[in-house]
């Protein structure tokens, strides 16, 4: 059953209640359980506040009504501070389709901080970042709960209008549930104990990850140790085992594996024996000679070398990052819900008036990828080398694999040494000078002329008619990219001006026209000079919580362009349909002008 609360919609007029099935726990013949801290609980009641808090005024009078609704004459905006992502954990008697993930949003409204539980058909805009972290909203709300069991319900939100970002919110206020406050955090729907991190699976989130953990000195004066080929000849005899001893030479990203069907509360599958394995790492200035342990093999190459390198080939590289750009998503599989995080990097390390071009997914270390920034040594191994010298132009950078990492310098390594040295020299040179962050990347590059292009590919299996552009657009998500052919003429090229649109439609009987002008502001790349830690929030994903500023942030738009220029080109389609597509120049970091 589903209580609902109704609020005026825009143009005045009331949501009429609706019904429907519910998942979730509110016991509404016993108002005191309710009080009790258990995931989603609703307060009946809370002692006299002041200022009066809204939040508690709507539960007070959907939990005194004897109907299944009631309507609130008075819509008060609040501030969304976090939005937070886990699998969906009940298959609605089914076997599990999209949307697999759901989200619970926490509120404010300046009184009281509250969770609630985002319905299944607001997805959409959390997948374009139109619902987000620091934004007013205002929202219609429900309580659910679920007719197998008794006892507790959750509030839903059914409804929901995004409006501008905030200025400023405070977090100083507290829930109004102190059990949502509790740590670690738990999700409203309950069964899966954990969050995910909010635009891909293979980063840890949430406070039930160690971060920044440094190993701590161990002794091993009592401990007996074993290694790895000792064991081997030896474990099948063996009832009681020591302590093995290894090195780690080689981490893969975190792999996720909760699916809804299954009942795996942590489905990482990391350490789950039972009792679970005491792993102890130990800090490198204790390891002995004695134990004769395997050394790192590292492969650095130079930039110089990299174009003599097999495809495929798997290398490390160090350099000075001179350029960084915003980060993207890319779909894992064409109708998944699942992404990939990634964002292009150039790196130079003096050997070379070309940088390495670094397509760097997220490695499973957020702490590093959402905090990397030009003029910073950069140190990335088992990097994979992707080439294909028979495509125009000529194809040639450095991707990620699966067991790659970003790291500190090797001081005992020749080339990074010879890095380091040349790097004391270029304080005041070009690449510190140029340096950019964010902005679109078009990479693989297009040629030139469309003959060359056709040339390389097969243009048909993807030469989409223009009245498709509309469609394919619209499906992208939040930092999604889609690159499209579609054939046409161009009929006005201009600068930010839009005084022949009426004279277009007129003078070509125009039956659509598609206005796709809108730059966002982290498309266009920046100069990596003032207000950084501003510049590198700005071009990392949007987070799931809200991080509050220490003063009021500047706006990008206010930003001086690293690119040289803007202009709006028209392209008419063979059967009068036409778009209108942002077309920007050649900035300072190498880009190809790009539509």
Request: charged share 25%; hydrophobic share 35%.
């Amino acid at each position: 059953m589903k209580r609902v609360l109704n609020f005026p919609t825009i143009s005045g007029e009331f949501n009429q209640p609706q019904t429907g099935s519910s998942h979730a726990e509110l016991d509404w013949r016993n108002p005191k359980r309710n009080q009790s801290c258990v995931p989603g609980g609703v307060i009946r009641r809370a002692g006299a506040q002041s200022p009066r808090s809204w939040i508690q005024k709507f539960l007070e009078q959907i939990t005194d009504s004897p109907l299944q609704w009631v309507t609130l004459s008075e819509v008060v905006p609040v501030a969304v501070l976090a939005v937070q992502n886990m699998l969906e954990d009940e298959l609605r008697n089914t076997v599990p389709q999209p949307p697999l993930y759901c989200y619970d949003v926490t509120i404010s409204d300046g009184v009281y901080e509250e969770k609630y539980i985002l319905d299944s058909r607001l997805n959409l805009p959390v997948y374009k970042n139109i619902l987000k972290v620091g934004i007013e909203v205002k929202i219609s709300v429900s309580c659910l709960y679920n007719e197998r069991k008794l006892d507790h319900g959750i509030l839903c939100i059914d409804d929901i209008h995004c409006e501008e970002t905030l200025d400023t919110i405070s977090l100083a206020t507290p829930f109004r549930n102190s059990a949502h406050g509790e740590i670690p955090e738990r999700s409203l729907r309950g069964g899966k104990s954990h969050y995910l991190a909010l635009w891909n699976n293979e980063d840890p989130y949430g406070d039930i990850w160690l971060t920044n953990k440094q190993p701590e000195e161990h002794n091993f004066k009592n401990t007996k140790i074993i290694f790895l080929s000792h064991l081997e000849m030896t474990w099948t005899n063996r009832r009681n085992f020591p302590a093995l001893l290894v090195r780690l030479l080689h981490k893969s990203r975190l792999r996720y594996y909760g699916k809804p069907d299954k009942k795996m509360i942590e489905p990482f599958c990391m350490n789950l024996q039972d009792p679970p394995t005491n792993i102890v790492i130990i800090p490198e200035k204790q390891v002995k000679p004695k134990w004769r342990l395997t050394k790192l093999n590292h492969c650095f190459i130079t930039r110089s070398e990299l174009d003599a390198m097999p495809e495929k080939q798997i290398c490390d590289v160090i350099g000075i990052l001179v350029f960084v750009g915003k980060v993207q998503q890319l779909k894992k599989k064409e109708n998944s819900e699942d992404f990939w995080l990634y964002r292009w990097i150039h790196i130079a390390d003096g050997t070379s008036e070309q940088p390495f071009i670094v397509e760097l997914f997220s490695t499973s270390q957020p702490e590093i990828f959402e905090n990397i920034y030009p003029m910073t040594y950069f140190v990335c191994t088992q990097l994979k080398v992707v080439k294909n010298n028979t495509q125009v132009p000529k194809l040639l950078y450095l991707t990620t694999a699966n067991k790659s990492q970003v790291s500190q310098p090797y001081i005992n390594d020749t080339k990074v040494n010879n890095f380091i040295h040349w790097i004391k020299t270029r304080t005041n040179s070009r690449e510190v000078k140029n340096t950019v962050i964010g902005g679109y990347y078009p990479y693989p590059q297009v040629p030139e002329t469309f003959s060359k292009y056709s040339s390389s590919v097969k243009l048909e299996s993807f030469l989409i008619a223009i009245s498709e552009v509309s469609s394919k657009v619209e499906d992208l998500q939040y930092r999604g990219k889609k690159r499209l052919a579609f054939q046409g003429i161009i009929t006005v090229i201009k600068e930010w001006l839009d005084l022949e649109s009426q004279l277009r439609e007129k003078k070509f009987g125009l039956r659509d026209h598609l206005y796709y002008c809108c730059v966002y502001p982290e498309s266009i790349p920046q100069k990596f000079i003032l207000h950084k830690s501003f510049l590198i929030q700005q071009y990392n994903s949007h987070p799931a919580k809200f991080i509050p500023s220490e003063k009021k942030a500047p706006k990008l738009d206010d930003f001086k362009s690293a690119s040289l220029g803007h202009f709006e080109v028209t392209i008419l389609g063979n059967n009068y349909y036409d778009n209108t597509f942002p077309f920007i120049t050649k900035s300072n970091h190498g880009n190809n002008a790009f539509i």
